[in-house]
């Protein structure tokens, strides 16, 4: 199964971790330290959207036996935020949110904790709150943050306060009013997607530890554990060095598990007890309703094209609900604008995206970081204006379509890339040939396949934009001990990191997969102000490997040519022997590492640290993008006119990895994406009442299921090399999922002739929009 | 009340003392330190916790420890034998049947039931056996046809 050869990059290479999760050895977050010994935690969390708290009985719970530390607002009053300190650790007289943590509880077994947790009675009086972004941008409501100002990092901010805007950004070329004025046809829309949850299988916790000197030890299987170290020190008003978090892998993130929600609660109560390990583990309710969801979007899009198809202006504006915190707002609203136009290069444009404060649960960005809902807008708006032109759908996103040269922004111009060939192969793999156009029928219903089955395609493109101000690094030490030891600062969130980072190195030292050890990832291992990337890690992390093992090659190679005497460029690595291509002398690492050579006996030891951080760091909005990322989605779909049930009879996805250097790990990635997206399109939504989310478990909240599944799935991989990425690579987690519900709501259109401009496509949605639109018809009858 | 209970665990007979709430995931994992059941939801909604009880698919998180006095448990600690992988471990590793692996024990267990019915399921039966079984990560179909060849090999 695993070859004792070095690794060919782009041959298959099955995750070295795979084995260790089948066999049950893998540790997540409920795994760590059992022992009986240890404290639990439990946190209360208020279940009103904005009020006046009054918190009673606190000395009856704080007595009750078993209890061993209670912490409210009162005793610990910190504020934390990535990027804008909007959050506090516990809240203090007032919630903003249903779901906002009020006080936390360590006791000797759960139940203590538990019915401690039962002793507080917590009075509200309700204040004004705003739900929604209709409510927080109408005038005179409430704002969620007047004192935003105020907050550590607000200038950071393109922020309004007081019309509930966290954070804007703007893109702006040409002369949008000339576009329109140039324009024979304008067509304006509104499109939402609501709320998700990111939902992993391991829901969020961990345990933490009080050390002897004062700091603190976290084992937290956390997305991002460098950016938690230095929000939970910022909120815990202690120094970095102070919180050492330790990781692996980690059960599902999907973006849920890169900030801080209940970390820092639990660092602050492992601080009040007597130094034994504290765990919290947050049920399936509290993970639903007390951490974060996925923003809900609200899109308003304003195209206007010729007659012949060549689209002269767009005018788009993006409302993203992020609840009662923005902790991603930057980077968030860069990644939704640079995709604002979708794949098109429009001459005259301007695309706004606000990040809007309500009093819901804080928000994260998903997977994708918001880039699929943007084309889910764009991609149907762009259909329906095709067939207002009368033209079809695949020619007018063909005359519009971005190409590679195209100066796009100020420091961007476009690399190659596989978006038509994406487009191209995802149509035919569903066995769709729309390549004669048929004007008129291309858009309205589908004569060549049976009633109520219709096709639908969407193309998408994602910026591959690094984490802002962070880096990646990796440590590589050759020793008789432990062979080829591996520290890195990435984590492996079930992209397969450690698999990719074992890959390289076997692959660019030319050694056997069997002599690297992966260590799990450790904050202690790091400066106190390192951060690190904890997204689009090939490009981050694969840069700091290709240097990596580039010295490591260097120091082995220049060790063994000072003793042969020979120049280093005679000299090789290969199967895991130094051999010199001129004297024939051959020298098998092992015996390097175990019995040393020449004069000195005593064998040698290599360790090398390279890092990768990007340069192009600055406020413009180019800034640390990297590339465009194409992907494309067709798919066949069959609606029951009488209850609107729909199925998905074939769903195609083709992704332009760049180089596929594992290629079957990127189809099953590519096949696990298709599937999620399945499930945003057409289950979830995170529901409220009152401001109160009653999505709290996988009955309120579907998630797809073996059930759910398309009946046939066509991943395709695309492979047009990103010149600037390593090995010709590009990242592809956030976009693989990029066109799938657009391209689904396409294929409704036309099987049934009706429109679903909200998500998620429920077929209750569908089933309304075909009464309505049969009531037009007999009215117009 | 605490409970004395007799129970064969991965071939290995156990007695414990137990107490009337606590579940079996909760003594599996807590007590015995088999942590390959997983918490994903403890409602009986996902299927992550999922152990063979007397050959059949449970969620351990609703069955109470009490009850499995006598009874026959089979956890993925359990599914290799003598150093070596069973068919479906390794179908899965060959096939990329897991990505964060979550939920991989649950499904080795739910295919470990279903081949115990079924030498050779299809497809559509492979699916309805796993229904019970959520991955967030959306492997199903690499999952699906690591346990179909996995069918096949046993042959
Ligand atoms: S934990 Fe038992 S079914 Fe989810
Ligand atoms: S592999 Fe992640 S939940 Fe299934």
Redesign the pocket.
Known sequence: MISRKPHVIGKPFPLIEAQRKLTGVTCYAGDEKINPDMLHARILFSERPRARFWLRNLDAARNHPGVVALLTGRDVDGRMGHTVADRKLLAVDEALYAGQPLAVIAAETPEIAAEALALIQVDYEDLPATLSIEESLSPGAPAVHPDFMSYRGAEKLNAEPERNIAHALTFVRGDVDQGFAEADVILERTYTAAHLQHAP?ETHGGVAQRQPDGSVTMWMHVQAPFLQRSIIAGALGMSPEKIRIITGCV??SFGGKVFVSIEALLAAIALHTDGRPVRLLLTREEEFKGVFMAPAMRAHIKMGAKQDGRITAIEATYDWDVGASVDAAIFHLQAVTLAGTGPYAIPNVSVRTNAVYTNLLPAAPLRGLGVAQVHWAIEQHVAELAEILNMTALNLRQWNLVKGGDHLFPNFVMHASGLESCGVLAVDAIGWRPETPRPAEENAADASVRPGVGRGMALGWSPIILSDQCGSSVTIRFDRERLCDVVVDGVDI?QGLYAFVTQVISFELNIPVEWITVEPTDTANYAPDWEASYHNLLWSMGHALLRATGEMKKQILSYVAKVWGEPISNLDIVDGEVVSYASRRKLPLLSLLEEGMGEEKSPPSFSVTATYRPSNVDGSIDSLLQSFASTAYAAEVQVNPETGDLTILQLAAAADVGHALNPESVRAQIKGAMIQSVSFTLLEEMVFENGVPISTDFMKYPIATTADMPLQLHPIVVEVPQRSGPYGARDLSHHVQVGAAPAIANAIYRAVGVRIRDLPITAQRIYDALQEKRARESAVR | MKHEIRFIINGESRSLTVLSQQTLLEVLREDLGLTSPKHGCSTGECGACSVLLNGEVVNSCMVLAAEVDGADILTVEGLATDDELHPLQKSFIDHHG???????SG?LISAKALLNRTSRPHEEEIREALVGN????G?YADIIKSIQVASRARR
Request: aromatic share 6%.
């Open positions: 299988m059960g599902g079930g | 897991v990505q964060c692996g979550y939920c991989a499904m959520l991955c967030r990560c492997a």
